[in-house]
Nanobody
Framework: HVQVVESGGALVQSVVSLRLSCTVS????????MGWFLQVPGKEREGVSC????????YYGDTVKGRFTISRDNAKNTLYLQMNSLKPEDTTTYYC?????????????????????WGKGTLVTISS
């Protein structure tokens, strides 16, 4: 069965960098677009950054452009999110998801009807 496992969440001070990792098993990783999402209590889950199955296309939400970088290592079945210039408002749980061969922009649109495999999330807490 498919397993999506996030790691790397921590309590850090703002302006510190953090790297999240997401390891996937049970599917052919190179056939899956991947993405990072966040969910603030009481609000809909939203896409932070996504990458196509080939790695050739990426998408970033407006609030993270220029600060976060998404990447994937297909040899390790792992997705990364490098988070720089962190702010207290970045505090939340970050979720990783996989969906088969969708565009990066579609991957990050939770309303796009793709079958997504979700992890359980990793908590990032940024103190000022």
């Amino acid at each position: 069965h498919v397993q999506v496992v996030e790691s790397g969440g921590a309590l850090v001070q703002s302006v510190v960098s953090l790297r999240l990792s997401c390891t996937v098993s049970g599917l052919t990783f190179v056939d899956y677009s991947m993405g990072w999402f966040l969910q603030v209590p009481g609000k809909e889950r939203e896409g932070v950054s996504c990458i196509s199955w080939s790695g050739g296309t990426t998408y970033y939400g407006d609030t993270v452009k220029g600060r976060f970088t998404i990447s994937r290592d297909n040899a390790k079945n792992t997705l990364y999110l490098q988070m720089n210039s962190l702010k207290p408002e970045d505090t939340t749980t970050y979720y990783c998801a996989a969906a088969r061969r969708v565009l990066a922009t579609s991957m990050c649109d939770v309303r796009f009807p793709a079958m997504r495999y979700w992890g359980k999330g990793t908590l990032v807490t940024i103190s000022s």
